[in-house]
């Protein structure tokens, strides 16, 4: 078998598309499209649906891919633990992680990263849904809430932890709540996802388990960000991950509120897990990298510090 057509059959299904693999090895995106036909004729089977803009796999092709992708990754490891073990670490790394996550906090971790490890490079997979990692092929995933995959090593990352805040002109505007019962009375910008619209639970000393309420506000949207928008503009009350609103929190956009409380987006304490495959924590690429998490995000992880950051009449304040 043709190592070469197996590593262009690899990037053509992680990529959905000839032209990306082409630009990945330089070449003719006719002769990317004349391997993976070869390569078709040598196995007897289609293993790719060509459509007009992008390629996808068929029921053969995307077992030959987990198969391939299995092998490479095997040759990959041989050949690292061949290299001197002084080599510096290279290579792609493949994560997934949720979008507003990704984009707030993985971003600029990735970029530290690999200013300290310029050999590896990064692909970053952003989505709201639940993926395979191993049908995927990703090396490491960012998960929230519960974990039912034991195929998979998990680690606790961080906790999540919510505010509520709102920005100083609404305020100004309509007061401050000092009580969840207050919230009542104001404006909340509610998330709706698949499963409706969440409730905001709240828990302090004393109480045994959270009380949930139902409120109502002049927003309700299945996008955070479309909220968070709203709530700096001065429209209402916000209930999201620290790991979401920090910057805006440390800049003094907005304000936390209710800070005797725990608050939560449903009962119960959820964390922030990394996921790998076994396998692949012998690779140096991970390896490096989740020795990274481990000394930048634990044990409080960088947006959980925004109270540091803000002025000392504004921080005594929130304390």
């Not at 998990?154 to 906790?159: D, N």
Request: charged share 25%; glycine share 6%.
């Amino acid at each position: 078998m043709d190592l070469n057509a197996l590593l262009v059959f690899e990037r053509v299904a992680a990529t959905g598309s000839f032209t990306a693999a082409a630009h990945h090895f330089h070449r003719a995106v006719s002769s990317i499209s004349r391997q993976i036909r070869g390569l078709e004729e040598s196995v007897g089977q289609p293993l790719l649906y060509r459509h007009t803009r992008a390629v996808t796999l068929t029921e053969a092709g995307r077992r030959y891919y987990e198969e391939v992708r299995d092998i490479l990754e095997r040759l990959d490891m041989a050949t690292e633990a061949l290299s001197q073990p002084q080599a510096e670490p290279s290579g792609v790394l493949r994560i997934n992680a949720p979008a507003a996550f990704g984009q707030h906090q993985i971003v600029p971790l990735l970029y530290d990263f690999q200013r300290r490890y310029p050999g590896i490079k990064a692909e970053l997979f952003l989505n709201d849904r639940v993926v395979d990692p191993v049908r995927e092929g990703h090396d490491v995933t960012f998960r929230v809430g519960n974990l039912s995959d034991s195929s998979l090593v998990a680690r606790r990352l961080a906790p999540m932890n919510y505010v509520v805040a709102a920005s100083p002109g609404y305020l100004a505007r309509r007061g401050t709540p000092e009580t969840p019962e207050a919230l009542l009375e104001h404006d909340c910008l509610i998330y709706q996802g698949e499963l409706g619209r969440q409730r905001w639970y709240f828990q302090r000393g004393g109480m045994v388990a959270e009380a949930a309420y139902e409120l109502e506000g002049s927003l309700a949207s299945n996008d955070a960000g479309s909220l968070l928008r709203a709530a700096l503009l001065g429209q209402g009350i916000i209930m999201f991950p620290t790991w979401l609103v920090a910057e805006d929190l440390a800049k003094g956009a907005l304000v936390e509120l209710l800070q005797p409380w725990r608050c939560e987006v449903m009962p119960g304490r959820r964390e922030l897990y990394v996921l790998t495959r076994e396998r692949q924590l012998s690779t140096l690429k991970v390896q490096v990298f989740i020795d990274y998490l481990s000394e930048t995000v634990t044990p409080i992880p960088p947006w959980d510090r925004w109270r540091e950051r803000l002025p000392i009449d504004r921080s005594e304040k929130v304390r």
